[in-house]
């Protein structure tokens, strides 16, 4: 059965495309009112950069990525900004995110378009920058930043550009419908990708049950100019979750991405069909990403399509535009039925990674029946479309043995719920999976804080220390210097207190106070150029490697302090060898001290 | 040689135990001196578990110092800001009985935060940071690196004019922790969807699951 490239397990649920399929894609009406969150993609939320009261076109920049993986956000209407505040955004947990909200009238639409640019014939360099500066992310649902992703070149060879046109969840058809009518665009769009990346090739990857999507982009593969770039569609009969980028990858080439690797790692890259599109139009039009195309679907609507909408367009004006029936809405879902989640609320923005809304009836998304007993009858074994044992996953996440569950390889795990979907039991796995992974990582990311501080208060102890050791040098040197000329004078009618009380046992036990300062000085020189290689070895590998940059930084941030530490502490070292050195020196050029002793002796007894 | 051997076998035999006994003890014993680990490595592992906010709440000048002690013998109970995650860890690394937390524990992890229009700029919190958390310089404003602050409270007495609050943890987005679902004979909160199958054919499971 299984094919020479085929992903194990996948499941095949009902697909439910056709009913947003009828009809071309709409545009939705302008939106008097816009909410944007700062935060619609992977990584650090953007930092805003309009005041409030500010008049703003529709693409002008509102908001600055901050850091190293984030994305622009801009103004998807003309307008004025009313508001920077927290408004809930769709989140499992209906938390509240910073938004800029803008005001306009429904009416005017000026754009601040960027200068059109020649893909062909433009620098690298000058793309990268306007990607950067369109806030363009993968549309497809999981928001990187696709001018993060384009950069993959620096330190990945990459071969093949897959275009991720399966689409495989249910009710989507957002990929589908943005094919069968731009099928000329996304293929440029992932050429101009292709040639950013140094990929040779490009494979589109499409199921066959999208028919009308393969005929367009025969017919656009046939007209363009394909001489740089090698373009092949494959296509493959429909099964869940055949759009993962992993299964992907493994059913179109055969290459399987490593664990807790990027498809990078086996010379790949992938995009969505609405991002590649998205892309090209901020090239080739200077069009930031302000809208995109979102299917709306469910039976509580009396019009399922597509349209393409602005970002932060309040969810309840798009569905009430294709005919909501609120006293049939069961649930609202944003995504698909499998990994999609559900909102809580309607007034909710559309957001970068909206890529469908559900509006579900009772009959048609039932809520999830009562948990049972694992019955361990394997059966989500079978499903896993990542090789991997749900059910042992499941109990070690129950009982909280974080370590085992790594062990078994969870953070492999996908969560694309055909294992909760195929539960007789109707355990949700990928809930117990999804708590388990967020409470390790929360747990990793204390332990490295805790480490952090550790080093900082080491760092802080050596410095202390250090300038400890350096004052009572300079005393000691202070002394020395008031004492000699002294002692030569009067000659040891008058003892110096201080330095003579410790002159006394000095040149037997300064040896040797000497030579354990001389270990410690040789054994911390040795530990500051550990440190240094260690530093050097990590920024080096980060900098050819660095996929998770943050984390990377941390840790070099963390191997400098360290470096520091031991600097501190060669310093503290040192200052105490010269000190002891001067008073040895001191102690051999005038024996007078060990004469001088039996005084101060006498002296201090009474 | 031989012969003397066979004629005192008992004598012999002594002779070659010990002279055995005094060849591995010098070798023990210079194997111990060559080799010698400078620290416990067992201090280690105890300061690794240890959450590292250099408080002092146990009575020991920060972690490590702690981690000494608690190698030395001293209870495992003392260290509020980790909790009782801390001491089962302890006890099983060390093999003990997990006591409860002596004092008052800690509930959400907190930063301190200067009030920046009342402090005075005196330096004492910052002298007193054990992480050098805290940044200013003398009669200038200072004010506290929240992502260095590990929450020790340690400021907070050195103030003199009670200008410094601990703050919880800002909690964003990133911050929130999907919840461990409730277990057998509860309704899933609908996290995630994945239950996309036809209503009839459930509930004739639920029923022969029941049955």
């Given at each position: 059965m299984v094919k020479a490239f085929d992903f194990p397990g996948g499941i095949h649920p009902p697909a439910r495309k056709a009913a947003s399929t009828q009809h071309p894609i709409a545009t939705a009406a302008l939106p008097r009112r816009v909410m944007l969150p700062l935060g619609q993609h992977v990584g650090q939320p953007a930092e805003p950069c309009v005041a409030v009261g500010q008049r703003v076109a529709t693409g002008t920049r509102v908001a600055r990525a901050q850091g190293l993986i984030s994305a622009d956000v801009h103004a998807s209407i003309t307008g004025e900004v009313i508001a920077i505040e927290p408004y809930p955004v769709p989140h499992p947990a209906g938390l509240n995110e910073l938004c800029i909200v803008i005001e306009g009238d429904g009416i005017r639409d000026d754009w601040a378009l960027l200068p059109s640019l020649d893909w062909h014939s433009a620098a690298d360099d000058t793309l990268y920058a306007r990607l950067n500066a369109s806030g363009v992310v993968g549309l497809g649902g999981a928001g990187f930043p696709t001018q993060v992703k384009a950069r993959v070149r620096e330190r990945h060879a990459i071969d093949t550009l897959i275009?991720?046109?399966?689409?495989?969840?249910?009710?989507?058809?957002a990929d589908d419908m943005t094919l069968r009518e731009h099928a000329a665009d996304v293929l440029e769009g992932a050429r101009l990708i292709a040639r950013l990346s140094g990929a040779q090739r490009i494979i589109i990857g499409i199921e066959n049950d999208k028919p009308e999507a393969i005929s367009a982009l025969n017919r656009a593969i046939a007209a363009a100019n394909t001489e740089t770039v090698e373009v092949t569609l494959k296509d493959f009969p429909a099964r869940y979750p055949s759009g993962g980028e992993k299964q992907l990858i493994k059913r179109l080439l055969g290459r399987e991405v490593p664990s807790r690797g990027l498809p990078a790692d086996v010379g790949v890259l992938c995009h969505n069909p609405g991002t590649l599109r998205a892309a090209l139009q901020a090239v080739r039009d200077g069009r930031p990403l302000v809208s995109r195309i979102v299917t709306l679907t469910g039976e509580a609507l009396t019009r399922p399509g597509n349209v393409e909408a602005r970002l932060g367009t309040p969810m309840i004006e798009l569905l009430a535009a294709a005919g909501l029936d609120e006293a049939r809405l069961a649930r609202l879902v944003m995504g698909?039925?499998?990994?999609g989640i559900e909102l809580s609320r309607l007034e909710l923005p559309l957001v970068k990674s909206s890529n469908c809304l559900i509006a579900a009836t009772l009959d048609e998304l039932p809520p999830p029946p009562v948990e049972q007993p694992c019955i361990r009858c394997g059966a989500c074994e079978d499903a896993c479309p990542a090789g991997l044992l749900p059910q042992q996953l499941y109990w070690f996440a129950k009982s909280r043995e974080h370590d085992k569950a790594e062990l078994f390889n969870l953070f492999d795990c996908i969560e694309c719920g055909a294992c909760s979907f195929v539960c007789p039991s109707h355990i949700p796995l990928v809930d117990y999976y999804r708590a388990a992974k967020s409470e390790i990582r929360a747990q990793a990311f204390e332990a490295r804080k805790a480490e952090h501080a550790k080093h900082r208060f080491e760092f802080r102890q050596a410095r202390i220390e250090r300038e400890a050791a350096e004052k009572e040098a300079r005393r000691q040197a202070r002394a020395q210097a008031a004492k000699r000329p002294s002692g030569i004078a009067a000659n040891s009618t008058t003892p110096v207190p201080g330095s003579t009380g410790r002159g006394h046992d000095q040149p037997a036990a300064a040896d040797t106070d000497l030579k354990s300062l001389r270990i410690a000085q040789a054994a911390a020189k040795a530990a500051v150029r550990k440190a240094e290689k260690v530093l050097a070895r990590v920024s080096q590998s980060t900098g050819s490697k660095g996929q998770q940059q943050g984390q990377s930084d941390g840790e070099i941030e963390d191997l400098e302090v360290q470096l520091a530490t031991a600097r501190e502490n060669l310093a503290a070292i040192e200052a105490r060898l010269a000190a002891a050195k001067d008073a040895a020196a001191d102690a051999t050029q005038e024996p007078a001290p060990q004469r001088r002793s039996p005084d101060t002796d006498q002296e201090r007894t009474p | 040689m031989l012969e003397w051997i066979n004629d005192h076998g008992m004598l012999a035999a002594i002779f070659a135990l010990a002279g055995l006994s005094v060849a591995f003890g010098a070798l023990l014993g210079y194997a111990g001196e060559r080799f010698r680990v400078e620290d416990d490595p067992v201090v280690e592992r105890i300061d690794a578990l240890l959450p590292q906010t250099q408080c002092g709440q146990c009575g020991y000048p920060g972690c490590k110092p702690y981690a000494e002690a608690i190698s030395q013998g001293d209870v495992i109970n003392k260290c509020p800001p980790g909790g009782d995650a801390t001491i089962a860890a302890l006890a099983d690394l060390l093999g003990r009985e997990a006591t409860p937390l002596d004092g008052e524990a800690q509930d959400a992890p907190r930063v301190a935060y200067i009030r920046e229009d009342e402090c005075i700029g005196c330096t004492k919190c910052i002298q007193a940071c054990p992480v050098d958390a805290i940044l200013g310089a003398a009669k200038h404003m200072h004010t506290v690196i929240a992502d260095e602050c590990?929450?020790?409270?340690?400021?907070l007495d050195p103030c003199p004019v009670d200008c410094i609050d601990m703050i919880p943890r800002d909690d964003d987005v990133d911050a929130w922790r999907p919840p461990l679902p409730a277990g057998p004979g509860h309704r899933p909160t609908a996290l995630l969807i994945a239950s996309d199958r036809a209503q009839p054919s459930h509930t004739t499971r639920q029923e022969a699951s029941h049955g």
């Open positions: 275009v991720n046109a399966a689409e495989c969840e249910p009710y989507i058809s698909g039925p499998m990994m | 590990t929450g020790c409270d340690l400021c």
